[in-house]
């Protein structure tokens, strides 16, 4: 835990307590699952996103938070066989938990762009109603040619031109889900249920990526617009998540970071004529609970050392370094020499924050020299997120404190194991979290927005549903 979280206070002591915001997320392909645990099961089977959702609902989270990978990874050419693989169809998945949750959001990462607004608007409005008004789509974007070689348009988008399609893609949707009228359809005892006349009225929008016009045929959903969740993080990105998204899953997460980016993001809502409480800022998190402090970090290192084995280490280290390093001593030092920065792909599918090889490296190198760490060492430290380590009690507070001062909303957990790495924070964390005053003790809605506390949607007409 770091100096400033612990110093961490909230600015103003006299407003009632925020109400902590959490989701559960299943994992998608990454390396922090550890898979050779006992308890590891499948990240296929139903069962397993059934036992995932079914903790949540019944730790009175928000929603359960489904990711998505379109395309295997491949590292150094070949299939990466270090990550989960293979994700089902995120609508097929969503729709399944709709019919065994009864409360829980059900929110799904969908690409815009891969995909058409019209089928898109189509299958949430159609979840949304499956579940009664729980349905959430992650909005991402993709100027990624390797993944977009599974599909027609594969390549063809320019980075600098992914948000001008996803801004488009909302739009689109947003103009869809609004063409039916809130009481579009009436019941007729003779005759059936029927739709009221002018209740539906025709679609048209002409833009730089879409030229689309018809009616559409899904009535309006229980939220009327499904919520939208964003990731962004570039100026581009935090300006779209300020005038398009109702929660942005955000990757700060060191207090001070985190603190800063929460006040950028919201002080942009301003000049798209929104409030504060419009938007959620909800970084992805992960955690290890202990009977005792030390405990806690004990069980800590060691889930770092299995998320970050020999060969992952290795594997991370060459895509910094953009070359084969597998005659290198995972446990030896970081190498001297500088990247290759000709092959800067050198891993294929797998989203990149930073794009300087160079710079990368020299601090690495930097922080291995200082701290005398090898190369698995080094991995451990810099590729790890946040994690809230502690007995119940603490783990509560960190998480508290991160929210009552201000640097986000909540938390999306993201859990070691599948599918029962949520059990003991459900048991022993949410209890506490009731206790401080900060967390439901019961829903108190039926929809995903009434849980996030925010407004309805409005209709075309600019009236709440």
Not at 152 to 170: D, M, P, V
Not at 403 to 412: K, N, T, W, Y
Not at 435 to 463: C, M, Q, V, W
């Amino acid at each position: 835990m770091t100096e400033s979280f612990q110093n961490a206070q909230s600015s103003d002591r006299t407003r009632p307590r925020k109400q902590i915001h959490l989701g559960a997320h299943f994992p998608g392909v990454n390396n922090t699952t550890v898979w050779s645990d006992p308890d590891s099961g499948s990240q296929i089977e139903f069962s397993s996103f059934v036992h995932l959702a079914q903790t949540a609902e019944r730790g009175l989270f928000d929603f359960f938070f489904l990711a998505e990978g379109l395309r295997l990874r491949e590292h150094r050419g070949r299939i990466h066989d270090l990550d989960v693989v293979g994700r089902p169809d995120t609508f097929t998945v969503l729709n399944a938990l709709a019919a065994v949750t009864d409360r829980l959001g059900l929110a799904g990462t969908v690409n815009t762009t891969f995909n058409e607004p019209y089928e898109l608007a189509r299958q949430f409005a159609s979840l949304d109603h499956l579940s009664g008004g729980r349905a959430a789509w992650n909005a991402v974007t993709s100027p990624d040619a390797f993944t977009g070689e599974n599909f027609r348009r594969g390549g063809y988008l320019e980075r600098e031109r992914r948000y001008e399609r996803a801004a488009e893609i909302i739009a689109v949707a947003r103009l869809l889900w609004d063409a039916w009228a809130p009481d579009a359809v009436e019941a007729d005892p003779a005759t059936g249920r029927f739709l009221r006349e002018g209740a539906v009225e025709a679609f048209a929008y002409l833009g730089a990526q879409f030229d689309v016009s018809g009616t559409f045929n899904v009535p309006r959903s229980p939220q009327g617009h499904p919520v939208i969740f964003q990731a962004g993080d570039s100026d581009q990105g935090r300006e779209f998540g300020a005038s398009h998204a109702d929660v942005i899953f955000s990757r700060h997460t060191e207090h001070a970071d985190a603190k800063a980016f929460y006040a950028d993001v919201k002080d942009r809502l301003g000049r798209h004529g929104r409030e504060e409480r419009d938007l959620l800022i909800m970084p992805g998190v992960s955690f290890v609970l202990g009977d005792t402090e030390a405990e806690a970090r004990e069980n800590a290192e060691e889930v770092r050392r299995k998320q970050v084995g020999p060969q992952t280490a290795i594997a991370f280290l060459e895509q910094v370094w953009g070359q084969d390093l597998s005659h290198l001593d995972p446990d030896g030092p970081v190498p001297e020499f500088d990247p290759e920065t000709a092959d800067v792909h050198i891993t294929r599918g797998r989203v990149r924050h930073q794009q300087d090889q160079s710079s990368i490296a020299q601090r690495w190198k930097a922080i291995a020299d200082a701290k005398e760490l090898s190369i698995r060492e080094l991995v451990i430290e810099t590729t790890a997120r946040l994690q809230l380590v502690g007995t119940p009690a603490s783990v509560a507070a960190q998480i508290d404190d991160y929210v009552q001062g201000d640097a986000v909303d909540g938390f999306i957990l993201v859990p070691h194991l599948t599918p029962g790495g949520l059990d003991r924070f459900v048991d022993e964390v949410v209890p506490i979290l009731q206790e401080r005053g900060s967390f439901r003790t019961e829903y108190t809605g039926t929809t995903l927005r009434d849980h996030l506390g925010l407004a309805p949607a409005p209709t075309k007409r600019g009236t709440p549903q």
